[in-house]
Every structure is written in C-alpha cells, then in structure tokens.
C-alpha cells in the first residue's frame, strides 16, 4: 500500500433480477412488482448511505424452445416510474434506470430523464443498453432493425443528443442514427447532465464508457483481472480529455454473510443449490447446447453431443460466447470433480463473489478499492426485498470503522455522491 | 340521497419544476377527495413543464385515495412503453392510475423526433385508438394468478396464464406479452378530452377519429361543452355511442378569487349537471383555486348531500363506480346473473 489517502466506496443497490440470481423459494422472498419491495430495498440502501440504487431493464419475456422460461422471476415494472416513486420516499440516494437506447428516442428519454432529476433534486441517472435483437423488437415499431456493429455507433450519438437537449436551448441535429431538431420544455436538470452508466467489458463498451460514461459497471473477477481492467479504462480516459476519477468502474457483485467463515460458505453452497434447481441446470445447458434437453437427466453426466452454434432455442438473453469453448470447459472440470450435470452448472455459475463474516467481507471490498482493482461496487442481492438488510447493518459499519465510506451523505445530488462535477455547457 | 356526483381537476402549472408544487395541490386535491387530477403533457417547448407521468409518479406514495391521470401522447412513443408505464403508475398508486390519452399533432413534434412527419388528426386519432388497444391486450397479457411460485415443480409462472397479444396495424404491430403483470385496476382508467363541437354534424375527420376513439376506449370522457343545453346535447350523444358504462364530466374554469366566485361555482355544479357525471375543474391559479375547492367547494357540496365525504374505496375504479374489468384471455368464470343480449353486444362494441 502506498501512503496516499484512503480511496473511498461506493456502492449501490441492485434491485434484484429476473434470473436465477433471485431465489423465489425462500419463504421470505417477496413480490418483485409491488412497491413496498421497491421501497424497502431503497430504504434500506439509503439507511447504508448508498450512492444509489439500480434498476435493470427487459422488454420481452424470456424464452426456451419457444416457451416462455418459468423457472425465474418473471416481470417487472417500468423503471423511469418506480424511480419517479421512490423519489419521494428517499432523499439522498441516487435512482439508476436501465433504458435501451435502441427501442427509445432521444428526446422523449432525455425529457423522461430530465424530468426525474428535477422531481428528485438531481438524483437521476441512466444506464445506457442497446440492443441488435429482434426477438425483442417484436415489441416495437423499429422492430430488430438494428445491425451488431451499429449498437454503439447508435449508443453513442444517442447520449450525445441527450446531452445537448439537456443543456437546453434549440437542438439541431443531423447523424446517421437521427435527424431531429427541438427544444425540451423544461431546463436544465439539477446534475447539468443526469448520471450515465454504461454496462459492458467489450473493447468498444470501454472505449463508449471511456468517452462519454460516469460508471462503467463491470463484471466481477478476481483482483488481478479487477486491476487489468481499471488500468485499461483508466488508461483509455485521456484521449477525452478526462482525468481517471471522472469515470467509476463499479463491477456487480454477490455477497453472503455469516458469524463464522464456515457458516457463510455453508450458506453460500445453500443459496447455490437454490439457485440452479433441476431444470434450472437444464435451461443452462440448453443455453450452450442450443438444442431442447428437457428429456436429459440433471443428476446424470454432460449431455454427450456437441452443441449447435447460432441456435435460437434461447431468445431473449445475452449471448455467452463461443458454446464448443464453453462446453469443452466444461465437460474439463465435470470429469476433473466427478460432477454432474446439476453439481457443474453450479460449480461453473453464480459462485457469490464474497463469503465471509462481515469483517472479512468488508476488508475484502476494501482491499479491492485500494488496490484499484474497483471505486466500488454493485450489490445484487439474491433476496427481494430484505436481502440487503443484514449487508447494510452488519458490513457498512465497519466500512465505515475503517473510514473508507461514508457515515452521512454530504451532497444532495448523485454526483456529489460520485465527487462529480456538473459538465460545463456546450 | 341525491345522486353523487363525480369531481376532478387539472393541476397544469406551467414552468414549475418542483415536486413540493405538486404534492400540495394533490394534497388539497385528495383533502377535497376529488376523483382524480389530470396533468397535461405534450412535446412541444411550451409551455413549461414536466413529463407527466413521471410527476404523478412522484405523488403517488405520498397520496393515499386520488386518483392519478396524466396526459400520455400515443403519436410518437412506442405503445409498449406507454402500457408498461402507466401499468406502473397503477402499482406504485396501488390501483389509482389513469391515462389521458393525447396525440402530437404538430411539425415541430415530429421534428423532435425525426422518425416522420406530421400527419393528419385523423390518422393520429386512428393509431391512438390502437396503442389503446394494445395498452388494453398488454395489461391483459398477464392473467392476475399467473404468478403461481410452485416450490414443488420449480415454476415461478404459469406459461399458460401469460398470452401473446399479436396487435398489427397500420402503424405498429406488437407481439407481447407485457414485461410487466396486471396491474391494480386490471386496467387503468382510460380517459379522452372531447369537445362539443367534435360532435356536432359535419364535424372533420378529425373529430369524429376522436369520438370514435373515446367510444371504444374510453372510461371517462373529459368534455368541453359550451353551457348546459349544450353538454345535455354532448352527453345524451355520447352516451348513445359508448353506453351507460361511460363517466362524462364536464370542464369547467375555477378562477376562484373571492366569495362571489365561489358562490357561483358552486352554484354551477349543483344545477348544472346538463346530463354529466360530474366537473372537472380547471383552475386559472392552481394553488389558490383548489385550496378554494377543498375549503368552500367541496363543503358546500357535501352539505347538499351531492359529494362524498371521504374515500370510500381505494382505487379509481371505485371512486368512478365502474367495475375491475374481466380479463379478455382468461377463461370466463360463471357470471352471478346472465347478461342481457344488449349487454353483451355492448360490452363487445365498447370493448
């Protein structure tokens, strides 16, 4: 460690999802629609001094082998208007909405989301998606209209036009994504610019991030790979001419408690088990395979065929990459540890990213901020909505002990949370 | 008692930016236990304002009975964000959301988004109608016990109680379901401003998109008459178009600056009613003139027996009197009475 000052933690509130992550079994699981869930998870967000709190997005119904997939949480409502709610029942904490820049147009978002920061006193930001998919776009006029290598070419001269509604006055605009020209009818919001997230590891996410995000929330991995990736983002800011704090990298995390370190791997093994039922682990292996295996024994070995590549037995989730890769890995450690087909859809998925007590868990967030590995992280609970009650009672405290977070807010708005500036004008 | 008459106002407040504004009026509002308030909203730069919606979200939790109908424009935002969205003022409300609907009928709109010009009020009228349909088909999508949590057989949903809408028309086709499951109310409150003249014979094209938007769709008609004689005349039409089951109230100006005014306010909703359900109140001064409702209005009303004197139910659909709508794809559960053959043809015209 070197004697320069503590860096400090930020962290945020992940609502919870609609994937396996989200155990539904739990007797104390609750609604994934109602408000009070919505409401308590941020209230609890806001009693740990959050930085903010996160909602992600999905505008079609999963499916497998042309079924709507059962087996998860399924639903949500939509996010601008939960967020717009929660506005006021909270008063510091920062309200993220995931919005797809490909079935939405600038002006009617940059409104939406200008209006949320002046209804919340500048607390709004937007985590900027795109999408090629036209299994979605079934659900719009645009339809899948949108070619791969076009999603950030079209991300990123969408966020620009945002900006420059919200700095005000007249717009005028011509680019290969959109031809507009128009005013908004409201001012400037509070923060100059809502905050922009961007989500995504690939080399052209980084470079869109680098250029124009606040967050970029990344996926977790180890200290080392944490470390790559900060210096690589990091390292990619100055050609914008941006200093490296102007951009915090945030990856998503797990976490799970216990009074000893025995006890939390137990229950994270629990939560696991949980998590990847019988036909939970067959929808996984249909994911790589491509092919229907709802005849396939969950407690018996790999499915022996290879798997189809470009199949579309799967709709509506991200690609994983390369399913022969991905299936020879695994059929490597299902004969390395003598697993099943169940048994190594869990070893390989959904390992929580900390186990411990709270004292180890926190010194573990904490080690990984100081060694730049992070500026802080994304809590995604597997619990609606108490799941993270004991996070916020029993490891914020002792972030706070060792004075890497906060104890009271000391800004209003979720820039002054980030120690960002508000953008200059144009 | 007299019959109970239906009361709601406009809380449109032009260059005010701020929640605090808008949480007191809805505060005199829901003291006053009007129905619900409307705010309009378009995509023009003038005049000032919020998004709508996004501002009767911001009220919702801290109100308990009024109920909440924004303007939301069906001409240039997509049909499923607009269904999901004000699905979603139905949950946070906890069932007291409402949809004004609006069209973009302007070049300047258009430009805004750059996807194609402006077309005629007709047209707009015809593709509203539509994102009302598939609004209506999404809420649906979702049966109310779909979500099942069977721990036994590992199913959070049953797939079967979820439905594809397949809505194609001219302007959009959507496949569904929604992302989003029934909300509160079944279905949210459909409101459509109307005017007497979009009524009269000879009215254009236009217009009589409206009224055949407001027939099919509506559950509340916003209506601007000139005078009683003329929402009699309104009113009796409209009714003969979308049935029984339709609220019509009336707008009418509150500028209400002292006593005299009130006086001749509350003079006007008791004997004036010309075949409505009710008013709605537009206030010149927003503040001043629904602290007036709430303080001398409404009293006076509630004296005469005309107006309730609290919430006696908890979502709009209660306070208006109008029923939680059956749900087009479940399977039809045995009604207590057979309906009547013109019920029944009037359900499947108006719905």
């Known amino acids: ?426 | 008692m007299p019959r109970q008459l239906h009361l709601s106002a406009a809380v449109d407040s032009p260059g005010r930016f701020d929640a605090g504004h808008f949480t007191a009026l809805a505060r005199h509002a829901e003291r006053a236990a009007l129905d619900f308030v409307t705010l309009d909203d378009s995509y023009a730069p003038e005049p000032h304002r919020l998004d709508a919606l996004a501002t009767f979200a911001r009220l919702a939790p801290l109100t308990r009975g009024l109920g909440l109908v924004p303007t939301v424009t069906t001409t240039h935002t997509e049909p499923f964000h607009t269904s999901i969205s004000v699905n979603t003022l139905d949950w946070v409300s906890e069932g007291r959301a409402g949809w004004l609907i609006g069209i973009s009928d302007t070049e300047a709109q258009a430009r805004a988004f750059g996807r194609k010009g402006v077309a005629p009020a007709d047209e707009l009228w015809a593709e509203a109608a539509d994102a009302a349909e598939v609004a209506a088909r999404l809420w649906d999508s979702w049966e109310d016990d779909a979500e099942i949590r069977d721990v036994a057989t590992g199913r959070f949903i049953d797939r079967g109680k979820l439905h594809y809408i397949d809505f194609a028309g001219p302007h959009f086709s959507v496949r569904g379901p929604s992302i989003t499951p029934r909300p509160p109310q079944g279905r949210p409150v459909i409101a459509v401003p109307v005017s007497a003249a979009d009524l009269a014979p000879g009215a254009p094209a236009g217009s009589r998109a409206r009224v055949e938007t407001a027939a099919r769709y509506a559950d509340v008609v916003l209506l601007d008459a000139p005078g009683p004689a003329a929402r009699l005349t309104a009113a009796t039409e409209l009714r003969l178009r979308a049935g029984e089951g339709l609220r019509i109230l009336a707008r009418l100006t509150a500028d209400l600056p002292d006593g005299a005014s009130i006086s001749a306010l509350i003079r006007e909703v008791t004997e004036g009613g010309g075949g409505v359900d009710g008013f709605h109140l537009v206030p010149a001064d927003p503040a001043r003139d629904l602290a007036a409702v709430a303080d001398h209005v409404v009293p006076a009303l509630r004296e005469r027996g005309l107006f309730r004197t609290g919430y006696t139910g908890t979502t709009l659909r209660d306070h208006l009197g109008l029923g939680r709508p059956a749900n087009r794809y479940a399977p039809a559960t045995p009604a207590p009475a057979a309906p009547t053959a013109t019920a029944a043809a009037h359900a499947e015209v108006t719905r």
């Open chain 1, 1 to 426: 460690m070197t004697d320069r000052p503590l860096k400090q933690i930020h962290l945020a509130a992940h609502f919870p999802g609609v994937n396996n992550t989200t155990v539904w079994t739990d007797p104390a699981s609750r609604s994934q629609i109602e408000f009070a869930s919505f409401r308590h998870l941020a209230e609890t967000a806001e009693r740990g001094r959050f930085d903010f709190f996160f909602l992600a997005e999905g505008l079609r119904l999963r499916e497998v082998n042309g079924l709507i997939h059962d087996l998860d949480v399924v639903g949500r409502p939509e996010s601008i208007t939960v967020l717009g709610a929660l506005a006021a029942v909270t008063t510091h904490l920062g309200l993220a909405a995931t919005v797809n820049a490909t079935f939405n147009e600038p002006y009617e978002l940059a409104r939406r989301f200008a209006s949320l920061d002046h209804l919340s006193g500048g607390r709004a930001a937007w985590n900027v998606v795109t999408s090629s998919d036209a299994f979605t776009g079934e659900n719009f006029r645009r339809g899948g209209f949108l070619d791969r290598a076009d999603r950030y070419t079209r991300a990123a001269e969408f966020v620009q036009l945002a900006r420059e509604f919200w700095d005000g006055g007249l717009v005028r605009h011509s680019g290969p994504q959109f031809d507009v020209e128009g005013r908004l009818s409201l001012p400037r919001p509070p923060q100059g610019h809502p905050v922009v997230i961007q989500a995504g590891d690939s080399d052209e996410g980084r470079e869109f991030a680098a250029a124009t995000a606040d967050i970029i929330f990344s996926r977790h991995s180890t200290l080392t790979a944490g470390q790559a990736f900060h210096t690589d983002v990091k390292r990619r800011l100055a050609a914008y001419g941006r200093k490296p704090d102007e951009l915090k990298i945030m990856p998503g995390v797990t976490y799970v408690l216990g009074d000893t370190d025995e006890e939390a791997t137990e229950r994270a093994a629990e939560i696991r088990r949980a998590q990847v039922g019988p036909r939970t682990a067959i929808a996984y292996l249909e994911q790589v395979w491509g092919i229907d295996l709802s005849d396939h024994d969950p407690d018996g070995p790999l499915p022996t065929a290879d798997p189809v590549v470009d199949s579309t037995v799967v709709q509506g989730r991200t690609r994983i990459g390369d399913p022969l890769e991905i299936a020879a890995r695994w059929r490597a450690v299902a004969a390395e540890k003598r697993l099943s087909s169940r048994e190594l859809v869990i070893e390989v998925t959904g390992r929580q990213s900390f186990i411990g007590t709270p004292a180890a868990v926190a010194e573990q967030l904490d080690a990984y901020v100081q060694n730049d590995a992070a500026d802080g992280f994304i809590l995604v609970p597997h619990l609606t909505p108490g799941g993270l009650d004991d996070f916020v009672d029993q490891v914020v405290p002792l972030l706070q002990e060792r004075g890497v977070f906060r104890t009271e807010y000391t800004g209003t708005t979720l820039r002054d949370h980030l120690g960002l500036p508000v953008p200059g004008r144009r």
